[in-house]
């Protein structure tokens, strides 16, 4: 960690840009966690934000054991840190196809589970309960479709959907919106949204299959548009 030449930073001390690269967050979601409490930080004399790093090992630890369900997640959701450009690859073919849905309703949760396990018995789904969540175990788990409710706990929908798209570990990932908002109460997201599948929660049963399909067949062919 570099400091300036007036001011001198404890190695436990982590600039905010740092704890995004490590979580693998944006900037804008590490701030938000500190303005929660989430995180410990504090302002040196030239006015740098830090952030302890005890408070950012804390986070990790009660993520990957205070919310897990064994039999949907992966038996571990490290956060890795911020991938270089071209890291993403195809998955090897002796590795199941990898789908994770980011959506808070346990409603919706099971729905989809069990979409997947009578019509895709081939895929192994993971489910996160919030977006904060849900970008670290995108990161880890580097699946094949993401499944992204817009409105989510912990990071607003549209943002986390921005940033999965300009990511490079996620190039080769398709992406499938679930919402519950339809017409005026949509367009806020249309930026975000563009190009993208949207699958409205009323119809998830019975547009999803195809949907869901039709991304599995597509993840290794192309990039995901930006």
Known sequence: ?????????????CTTVEVARSLGL???SVQLMVDRGELEAWRTPGGHRRISRVSVDRWLSE??????????????VGVPADPPVGMATAAPASRRPRVLLIEDSR???NLVTLLVKARFPQVELHLADDGIAGLAMAG???????????????????????GLRSHPAFARSRLIVVTSL?????????????????????????EL??????????????????
Do not use: C, W
Request: aromatic share 4%; net charge negative.
């Open 26 to 28: 944006a900037v804008r």
């Open 63 to 76: 993520r990957q054991s205070g919310k897990s369900r064994p039999e949907t997640r992966g038996p571990s």
């Open 182 to 206: 339809e017409g005026p109460a949509l367009e806020p997201y249309a930026f975000a949204l563009e190009g993208l599948p949207v699958v409205h929660k009323p119809r998830l049963a019975v």
């Open 140 to 162: 880890k788990l580097e699946p094949e479709v993401l499944l992204v409710d817009i409105l989510l706990p912990g990071i607003d929908g549209a943002t986390l959907i921005t």
């Open 1 to 13: 960690m570099q400091t300036s030449s007036n001011e001198s930073v404890a190695p436990d001390d």
């Open 209 to 226: 299959p195809a949907l869901l399909s039709h991304a599995l067949a597509q993840s290794h062919a192309a990039p995901m548009p930006a």
């Open 107 to 109: 409603h919706f949760q």
